[in-house]
């Protein structure tokens, strides 16, 4: 037999190893392996575990009719291999290959030698236009557009009466019960409900997603919102950017589509720099910043985790992550700022809260963007945002932080974004408005110590060389 080894790709259309499994002689078998190593690690959630378990559910409602399903396995990549390659007569594995953190690249690396001793070949594919083993981004562009305008892959199944044995290796829910049930404020998982979110962005929401893409609250609505669904791989790169532009409503509200269809770009781009270097998840991408010296004050930490910083908009946007999982990117921005550059925290000391939090969390984004943010890799433009000023511009009928904040509702739009400037006449009646925090750090946001460490270490001769060498393998090689 074949074996389909499903990663960050749980769907059934525009899927190349499941094309190619299907076209061979041998009958095959869908795998995902839950490896205990690597949900325990400290980047994963629950959450992300609900949306993975549940979009198989969907692969396999949608394969019932084939007789197919995914066997989900609970060990090491490693050791699942091992067992099914000696248990059965194995020829190939299938799978997309993984821009993933160390860790997954490192089992990555000892699923192939157990592969290569049991003489088993491992087809990977490219993935998103994403390459292996490059060293600058020659070509790359060009790669990019032949790979988002080729054709999808037409996936038919055929009926099948093989299956493997129960093994030892084999996932039961009572292994993580609190599986059973899906948290409804959570995005539904699976591929079916991928397809509802594309089709209703492309027909209604997606008109106003430039106008509105900013606004913490409106975004939620005109935003594509499928960054989970291509997290996860419950859709394809190409199959959302072309629908979208084949679409009737693309011509009519070009703009508005064009802006989106460059962030599928952006997308890959960014999972091409943590393809490059995954060691991105541990260190500044520009070494030179290894040299700032933070405050790293745990209690300011523990307020900004809980949303408990005193800011309205930082805290809103914290609480609403921790209570769904989804931010626009200028609320995401915002948050790795205010940590960075107001409350002087190392990037590291929140990027795994944040992981953890994104129901979307895709490392090749993560890890890159959140050095971005937090102004360490020397070649983008240090961004410091004034929290009080994106709450006012952002958030103007304070719509979205009366909904998070509920010991604000009660106060005027027009004074909600500073609650210390409150007088004892405006509290009179307004109980619920005293339990808020109080802000964590002085209102004026006046201390400058990162950014002045920032900006001396730009004009570094060291940072400036490390800038030039980043540049040269992700961006353009003169
Ligand atoms: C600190 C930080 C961490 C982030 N971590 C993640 C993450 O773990 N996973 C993730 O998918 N996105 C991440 N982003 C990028 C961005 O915020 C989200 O992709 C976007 O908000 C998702 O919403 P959407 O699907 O409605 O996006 P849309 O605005 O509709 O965009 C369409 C798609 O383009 C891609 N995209 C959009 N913006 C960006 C961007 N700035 N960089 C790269 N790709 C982009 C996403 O795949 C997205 O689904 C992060 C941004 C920041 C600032």
Known sequence: MNIVWLKRDIRTIDHEPLFWAENQKEDYIIIYILEPKLISHTDTSIRHLHFIYNSILDVN???????????????????????????????????????????????????LKTLNKNRVKWKQFDNQGVLRGIKDRVGWDKNWFSYINSSVVKNKFSKTSFKIEKSMYDFTIEKIPELKIYPKEFQPAGQEFAIKYLNSFINERGKNYGKNISYPEKSRISCGRLSTYLSWGNLSLRYVYQLVKKSGTYKFHKRSFDTFLARLKWRSHFIQKFEVDCSYEFNCINSGYEKMIYENNDEYLDKWKKGETGFPIVDASMRCLINNGWLNFRMRAMLVSFLCHHLHQDWRRGVYHMAKLFLDYEPGIHYTQFQMQAGVTGINSIRIYNPIKQSIEKDPDATFIKKWIPELKEVPKELIHKPWELSQIDLIDKNEVKKYAKPVVDVKLNNNKTKNQLWQLRRNIFVKRESSKILRIHVRPK
């Open 61 to 111: 409602n949608e394969l019932k009719k084939f007789n197919r399903q995914v066997n989900i396995f609970f060990a090491s990549g490693e050791n699942v291999f091992n067992y099914l390659t000696t248990k059965y007569q194995v020829s190939n594995v299938f799978s997309y290959k993984e821009s993933g953190v160390n860790l997954s690249w490192q089992r990555d690396k000892k699923v």
